[in-house]
């Protein structure tokens, strides 16, 4: 994790607990969960399975699957299609199937 | 004269090709595997391949990419034969290919698994290899694998799985890539391409055939699902029916979450899992179905659990070419000499073949083993 190449735009947002990767952050409730991530400077949420590549989410809105991580250690699912919520535990993946 | 006729005059300089020695109509995985052996042969062949839409329904553009032996032609001997000639045909073919395109084709031959949920499965899938191993002189091999064997070749098989066959002779390849390689690999090779060129209304002439105003002293059919309406005009009896087969891809996954291809599912080189295999006569309706795609959901979780865990990110659903028992149909007009026409359910399995010994007996010059083979796929098989 590095800087943050993003910023919210809302002013005063609502702000909301969750847990990336077993840390606590504070970010704006509005956000979708691959929001949430850039803005916490995540610059990579998965490797690609073949040419372990890193990846990121592209492009919010559900067709690209390159934002998949779990979300309170269930199945994987598309980060952009999901709004953060109070405390969700959200894991970005390095394996595609977890075996 | 058809309408996109005119647009190619105005491409083209040279006025000769107005004439051409071969009209291919349909640059699907037939037509241009066959005009890409055509050229090959004869490099100075003046070749006219006429596609139609985009919109058209395209087997080329959404099959399941598997270069397929097991059980092809266990009750039709010359297409077993066939089809493994086909197969041992395809390392050269893709080598080739690839070199001339600049394409990687990820073409590969690891072997096929196909896999068996109940003993009785099993024993049917075992005689119909017995049977291809008998019509090719044991050239076709294959191990019959009880659950333990498979377990061995696939680990995290499902419950029900009571075995399945080997055959390493099985391969797959990148369909899509393959389609787009011939395509370029004959553009360089000289062969011109008209798209969005349906062409309704075939003339024959003293020397030659004009298909909506292009002339040429051959032609050969290979319009998919339409080759049995212009099939007719020639005076060829081309019975073909639309399949429709639905896909769905996952996911990309570990490489060797399959460790081989199956006619249920296979990995493709990108890492995603490809799971196909239903068959529904629906017409020409090729829309997918949720109902379908559950059920071939299921049947590859049955086979293999662990896929349950991976998301879906595509689904579509395709019409296979498909002759009323399967096989191709290999067919010289008997009335107008140099007219041909060419059905294949099988069109990339059998692409090596389709550019080798096919397009050799298409130009009067096969060996006499591939001319009978051949020969034996002709229609008279329906004709009762
Ligand atoms: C779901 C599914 C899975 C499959 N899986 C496999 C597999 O794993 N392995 C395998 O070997 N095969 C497989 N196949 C079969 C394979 O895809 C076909 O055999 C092959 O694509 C047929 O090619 P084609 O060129 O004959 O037909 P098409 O791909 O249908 O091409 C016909 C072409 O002709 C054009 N055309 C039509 N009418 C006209 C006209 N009047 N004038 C000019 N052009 C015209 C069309 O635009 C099209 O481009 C599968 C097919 C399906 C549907
Ligand atoms: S960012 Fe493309 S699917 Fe989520």
Known sequence: MTDSLFSCLIENPLQCTVVVNNVEHQVPAQLSVA????YLGHRQVRQHSVSGEARAPFCHMGVCFE???????????????????PNMRIDTVTKELTQ | MGTCKNELLVNLVDQQLDHYDWIIVGGGLVGASIAYGLIQKKPHLRILVLDGEDTDHRASVGNF???????????????????????????????QLSQTSHIDIAYERRGGLEFALNQRHLKA?????AAMSHHTQGDFQYTVLDRNAALDMQPGLGESVAGAIYSPQDG?????????ALHKANQLLGVKYQPRCVVKRIEVLAQGFDADGFVAKKIVLCAGLDNERLGKQLGMHLPVNPVKGQMLITQRATPGTLKYASPQMRQTGDGTIQIGGSHEHSGLDDRSSLDVMQTIAQEAVAVLPELAQLQLVRSWGALRV?????????????????AFGVCCHSGVTLAAAHAGPLSSWLLDDPNEDYKLLIEAMNNDRFTV
């Open chain 2, 65 to 95: 990419g598997l270069i397929w032996v097991q059980g092809k032609g266990f009750d039709f001997p010359a297409y077993a034969k066939w089809s493994l000639k086909g197969a041992d045909l395809w390392p050269n073919f893709a080598n």
């Open chain 1, 35 to 38: 929001g949430a991530l850039l």
């Open chain 1, 67 to 85: 934002c998949l991580v779990t979300i309170n250690k269930g199945q994987q699912q598309r980060a952009c299609l999901q709004q953060v919520m």
């Open chain 2, 322 to 338: 498909m002759s009323p028992d399967g096989a191709p149909i290999y067919q010289r007009s008997q009335n107008h000499k140099g």
């Open chain 2, 125 to 129: 899938l075992s005689e119909e290899m």
């Open chain 2, 172 to 180: 797959q390849v990148n369909p899509l890539y393959l389609l787009a």
